[in-house]
C-alpha cells in the first residue's frame, strides 16, 4: 500500500525502527537504572524516589514474589492502585519476575473486579488498603492465592508517611473494614526479599507483559495480550516522534492520568522512564485546587492527558500562574480532543497541544501528530514508525482518499489477541493481518488522518471507554424495570456522560432508586448521570433497540 503519510514526517523522523535492538521492556529498563541511577525518577506527595531506589526496591519485591510465593515466568499478577510510588516499584519487580501484569482499576466494584480477575486467572494481586474490602467479597470466587496490601503513605518520607494514612484512615475513614487471612504488607514484603537472590528470566518479544482489560462490542471485558515486543515497539516509536523534545539533563513530566490506563502506562510511565525523566504523579487529579499547587512547583517539561484533564485545569483561575517556561510537550489522546480546548491550553501556556490515537489493542500509540505543530490541527495525526493505516470500506476494501471508512491499523505493537478469545481476536483482524478499530475516520492526501464518527456504540467519559451493553446488562438487575437502553451524551468536561433510558415494570421505581442501584454496581465513570423514563423504546423490525434514534431525540 502506498505510505503517503512519509511525506509528512520531520526530517528527523525515521519512518521504521528496529525493534530488535531490545529483547524486553526489562532490558530498555535495566539500560535506564544503569544511565540514571542517582537521578529521580518518581514524585509522589513530597517524596522523590530515585533510579537506584526504583530499581533496589523492585528487586527486593521481586525476589518475594519468587522465593516466598513462588510465582513464575508467565503467572498474572494484578496491580490495583492510584498513582503512588509503590505502583512502579510493583510492576518493574513483576516484569523482573516475569510476570504477567493485570491492570485494575482501583474504583472497580466487586462485580467488575471478580470479571477480571477470574478471566485472567490471576495468582496475586497488589492492592491499596482502600480497596480491599471490595477484593474481599469476591475473593473466595477468584484464583487469587496471595494478597499484598499497601497504604497511600507508606513509601513517603518520615512522618509524612503515618500522617497521611492516618488522616485516610481514621480522619477521612476512606478506607472500609476488611478482613483477608494471609494478607501481607508491601513494606514486610520489601524487607523480607534478598536482591541477590532474584532469579533473572530470558524474555523475548513473543512473551506476554500485560493482559490491559478493555470492552467490547457485546460488553465483555476482554484482556488485551500485549507482549513485550508490543510494548517495545511502542516504546521506540514513540522516543523516534518525541526525541527532539526531550532534554539531554532529564525531563519532568506531570502524570495525571492513572497508571493503569494504557495511555499513560506506556506514554508517562515506560517511555519517559526509559529516558531518564522524573514523573510526578499525581494521585487525585480530581482535586484540581491540589493538581494547580503541585504544578505551580515544578518547572515541568511535559504533561499529557485528555479533553477533560486540560479543560477542567483551564477553568481553575489558578492555572494561569503556573509557570509554564520549560513546558515543550502537551500530549492529549484518550478522547478527541476539544478545538475550544486546545485553543485555550495554547493561549494560556504558550505551547500548542499535540494530539495522538491509539488503543488498548495498539499499546496504545498508533498516530501522532508531528511535535513541531505549532497549532491544533483537528486531525488525529499520521500513522507513527513501523505503522500502516488502511481506511476500510465495509466489504474490506481500501477506501480512497478523503473516503470515510473505518481506520485499521497494522504494526508491531498492534496486541497478540484477547486473552482466550479468538473469536472476538478474529472479528476485529482482517484477513492481511490490519486490527479493525471501530472509529470511522478518513486519511487527507498529506497522510493526515481525521476521526469523524464511532462505529461502535462506545461513550467515551473522561477518556475511558463505557460499553452502553455492560451498563444495559447491569441495571436490568433492577427488578422494577422492564428494559432500558445505554447512550453517550455530550459534555463539555468529560465529553460524553451516560443517559439511560428506562422502561418500567414496577410504577413506583423512582430515579433514586436507579440511581443507588447503579452506584453498587458501576464504577463511577459507568453510572449514568442523566435518565429518562418512557413507555416504549425504539426498535428495528428485528426488536433491535435503536439507541442511534434515542441519541438524535
Given at each position: 500500500?502506498?505510505?503517503?503519510?512519509?511525506?509528512?514526517?520531520?526530517?528527523?523522523?525515521?519512518?521504521?525502527?528496529?525493534?530488535?535492538?531490545?529483547?524486553?521492556?526489562?532490558?530498555?529498563?535495566?539500560?535506564?537504572?544503569?544511565?540514571?541511577?542517582?537521578?529521580?525518577?518518581?514524585?509522589?506527595?513530597?517524596?522523590?524516589?530515585?533510579?537506584?531506589?526504583?530499581?533496589?526496591?523492585?528487586?527486593?519485591?521481586?525476589?518475594?514474589?519468587?522465593?516466598?510465593?513462588?510465582?513464575?515466568?508467565?503467572?498474572?499478577?494484578?496491580?490495583?492502585?492510584?498513582?503512588?510510588?509503590?505502583?512502579?516499584?510493583a510492576m518493574v519487580a513483576a516484569l523482573k519476575a516475569g510476570l504477567v501484569i493485570v491492570s485494575c482499576n482501583p474504583l472497580?466494584?466487586?462485580?467488575?473486579?471478580?470479571?477480571?480477575?477470574?478471566?485472567?486467572?490471576?495468582?496475586?494481586?497488589?492492592?491499596?488498603?482502600?480497596?480491599?474490602?471490595?477484593?474481599?467479597?469476591?475473593?473466595?470466587?477468584?484464583?487469587?492465592?496471595?494478597?499484598?496490601?499497601?497504604?497511600?503513605?507508606?513509601?513517603?518520607?518520615?512522618?509524612?508517611?503515618?500522617?497521611?494514612?492516618?488522616?485516610?484512615?481514621?480522619?477521612?475513614?476512606?478506607?472500609?473494614?476488611?478482613?483477608?487471612?494471609?494478607?501481607?504488607?508491601?513494606?514486610?514484603?520489601?524487607?523480607?526479599?534478598?536482591?541477590?537472590?532474584?532469579?533473572?528470566?530470558?524474555?523475548?518479544?513473543?512473551?506476554?507483559?500485560?493482559?490491559?482489560?478493555?470492552?467490547?462490542?457485546t460488553g465483555v471485558s476482554k484482556g488485551a495480550m500485549l507482549t513485550h515486543g508490543n510494548i517495545v515497539s511502542n516504546m521506540m516509536q514513540a522516543r523516534e516522534w518525541i526525541k527532539n523534545m526531550v532534554s539531554p539533563k532529564g525531563d519532568i513530566i506531570i502524570t495525571p492520568l492513572p497508571l493503569y490506563h494504557i495511555f499513560s502506562l506506556t506514554a508517562n510511565f515506560l517511555t519517559f522512564t526509559s529516558l531518564g525523566a522524573l514523573n510526578v504523579l499525581i494521585t487525585n487529579p480530581r482535586d484540581v485546587k491540589g493538581f494547580v499547587s503541585e504544578l505551580k512547583k515544578w518547572?515541568?517539561?511535559?504533561?499529557?492527558?485528555?479533553?477533560?484533564?486540560?479543560?477542567?485545569?483551564?477553568?481553575?483561575?489558578?492555572?494561569?500562574?503556573?509557570?509554564?517556561?520549560?513546558?515543550?510537550?502537551?500530549?492529549?489522546?484518550?478522547?478527541?480532543?476539544?478545538?475550544?480546548?486546545?485553543?485555550?491550553?495554547?493561549?494560556?501556556?504558550?505551547?500548542?497541544?499535540?494530539?495522538?490515537?491509539?488503543?488498548?489493542?495498539?499499546?496504545?500509540?498508533?498516530?501522532?501528530?508531528?511535535?513541531?505543530n505549532t497549532v491544533y490541527s483537528g486531525f488525529i495525526g499520521l500513522p507513527i514508525s513501523s505503522t500502516?493505516?488502511?481506511?476500510r470500506a465495509d466489504d474490506n476494501s481500501v477506501c480512497k482518499s478523503g473516503d470515510i471508512g473505518e481506520i485499521c491499523i497494522r504494526g508491531p505493537q498492534?496486541?497478540?489477541?484477547?486473552?482466550?478469545?479468538?473469536?472476538?481476536?478474529?472479528?476485529?483482524?482482517?484477513e492481511d493481518g490490519f486490527f479493525k478499530s471501530g472509529d470511522l475516520g478518513f486519511m487527507n492526501s498529506e497522510g493526515y488522518i481525521k476521526i469523524v464518527d464511532r462505529?461502535?456504540?462506545?461513550?467515551?467519559?473522561?477518556?475511558?471507554?463505557?460499553y452502553p451493553n455492560e451498563v444495559e446488562d447491569v441495571m436490568m438487575g433492577c427488578p422494577k424495570m422492564s428494559e432500558c437502553a445505554a447512550v453517550g451524551v455530550a459534555d463539555p468536561h468529560s465529553g460524553e456522560l451516560v443517559k439511560l433510558f428506562v422502561v418500567k415494570k414496577d410504577k413506583s421505581l423512582t430515579?433514586?432508586?436507579?440511581?443507588?442501584?447503579a452506584k453498587e454496581n458501576l464504577t463511577g465513570y459507568k453510572t449514568p448521570k442523566f435518565y429518562e423514563f418512557r413507555d416504549e423504546l425504539p426498535k428495528s423490525n428485528v426488536g433491535k433497540i435503536l439507541r442511534k434514534e434515542l441519541r438524535s431525540k
Open positions: 500500500m502506498p505510505h503517503i503519510w512519509y511525506k509528512s514526517y520531520e526530517s528527523t523522523v525515521a519512518k521504521t525502527i528496529d525493534a530488535s535492538r531490545y529483547s524486553s521492556i526489562n532490558q530498555i529498563f535495566d539500560e535506564a537504572f544503569t544511565a540514571f541511577s542517582s537521578s529521580p525518577s518518581f514524585h509522589c506527595m513530597g517524596t522523590t524516589m530515585t533510579y537506584g531506589e526504583l530499581n533496589d526496591r523492585a528487586l527486593r519485591f521481586c525476589a518475594f514474589l519468587q522465593n516466598d510465593l513462588k510465582l513464575v515466568k508467565g503467572d498474572r499478577i494484578a496491580i490495583m492502585m492510584p498513582n503512588i510510588l509503590q505502583y512502579p516499584v472497580y466494584t466487586a462485580r467488575e473486579l471478580e470479571h477480571q480477575l477470574k478471566d485472567s486467572g490471576a495468582k496475586a494481586i497488589v492492592l491499596f488498603e482502600n480497596s480491599a474490602a471490595v477484593l474481599e467479597k469476591v475473593l473466595a470466587q477468584t484464583q487469587i492465592k496471595h494478597v499484598i496490601t499497601t497504604q497511600i503513605g507508606d513509601m513517603l518520607t518520615f512522618p509524612k508517611n503515618h500522617i497521611v494514612n492516618f488522616v485516610i484512615k481514621k480522619v477521612k475513614k476512606m478506607v472500609p473494614a476488611w478482613k483477608i487471612p494471609g494478607a501481607i504488607t508491601m513494606s514486610e514484603a520489601i524487607c523480607r526479599g534478598n536482591a541477590t537472590q532474584v532469579a533473572a528470566q530470558t524474555l523475548g518479544h513473543e512473551d506476554l507483559a500485560f493482559l490491559q482489560y478493555t470492552g467490547g462490542t518547572k515541568f517539561t511535559a504533561i499529557t492527558g485528555v479533553n477533560s484533564l486540560f479543560n477542567m485545569l483551564l477553568n481553575d483561575p489558578e492555572f494561569k500562574n503556573v509557570d509554564f517556561s520549560s513546558l515543550r510537550l502537551s500530549l492529549g489522546g484518550g478522547m478527541a480532543v476539544q478545538k475550544a480546548v486546545a485553543e485555550r491550553w495554547q493561549e494560556t501556556t504558550k505551547v500548542a497541544l499535540i494530539e495522538a490515537y491509539g488503543l488498548t489493542e495498539t499499546s496504545p500509540a498508533a498516530c501522532l501528530n508531528p511535535m513541531t500502516e493505516v488502511s481506511i498492534v496486541m497478540l489477541g484477547y486473552w482466550n478469545q479468538a473469536q472476538e481476536t478474529a472479528n476485529v483482524t482482517t462505529k461502535k456504540d462506545i461513550i467515551l467519559v473522561s477518556g475511558f471507554n463505557v430515579e433514586a432508586e436507579l440511581r443507588e442501584f
